[in-house]
């Protein structure tokens, strides 16, 4: 079956604009986790989703946003883009929520702010 | 902060030796997960381990699990050059604000030479 996808896989913005990206969950996985990854702070959590609902959100400002539709493909918005969000962004989707399987992740978005 | 540390940081190793790498953890857990990733691309679920358990086999991948000390590891038997990749660990925390949300741990990197 397909994987967890990510689009688009690369993408380059300029300061002060904004920037959605997409995850589509591997098919039946109800539970979609958002990471941000850089090399100096490594693997953060920026939010989880469950049934279009956020169950969870890390300790990023308020600029860091997403959602979740009713076929469980969810979406995160970064608005008045700043160049220290450059950073892959991961996507991760699971089955219940909660961490208690195991999530499968996305070959994530690669975001470089110029 | 992460909630995992890993050791050591960089792992060098030749084709057919043993690698093993340690992850210590701060607050009590539901789980703790491992994951690889190659060259900067998504995580690939490996093993998860659950606090009431000890040890876990999957493939040429053992991992323990000492909750009284709080850490773990995971030995990868036999390696091969295709297993060159970043490690994460990475706990399901025991709190209700944890829900859904991993912390990694900052990786090791191993290098498997022919």
């Known amino acids: 079956k397909a994987g967890v996808t990510q689009t688009p896989r690369y993408l380059i913005k300029t300061r002060g604009q904004q920037v959605t990206l997409s995850c589509s969950p591997i098919s039946g996985h109800r539970s979609v986790s958002w990471y941000q990854q850089t090399p100096g702070q490594g693997l953060q959590f920026l939010f989880e989703?469950?049934?279009?609902?956020?169950?969870n959100k890390g300790n990023f400002p308020g600029r860091f946003s997403g959602r979740q539709f009713s076929n469980s493909r969810s979406e995160m918005n970064v608005s008045t883009l700043e160049l220290g969000d450059s950073a892959l962004y991961l996507c991760?989707?699971?089955?219940?929520?909660?961490?208690?399987?195991?999530?499968?992740f996305g070959s994530g978005t690669r975001l470089t702010v110029v | 902060s992460q909630q995992g540390e890993e050791d050591p940081q960089a792992l060098s190793i030749q084709e057919g030796e043993n690698a093993t790498m340690n992850c210590s953890y701060k607050t009590s857990i539901n789980n703790l997960q491992w994951y690889r990733q190659n060259s900067g691309r998504g995580l690939v679920h490996l093993i998860l381990?659950?606090?009431?358990?000890r040890e876990k086999h999957s493939g040429r991948l053992r991992v323990t699990l000492d909750t009284s000390k709080k850490s773990s590891s995971l030995l990868i038997t036999a390696s091969r050059a295709a297993d060159t990749a970043s490690y994460f660990c990475a706990t399901d925390a025991e709190t209700t604000d944890s829900w859904g949300k991993l912390q990694f741990g900052a990786g090791t990197q191993v290098v498997v030479t022919p």
């Open positions: 989703y469950f049934s279009e609902t956020q169950r």
């Open positions: 381990i659950r606090s009431n358990e």
């Open positions: 991760a989707s699971s089955t219940t929520p909660g961490g208690n399987y195991g999530y499968t």
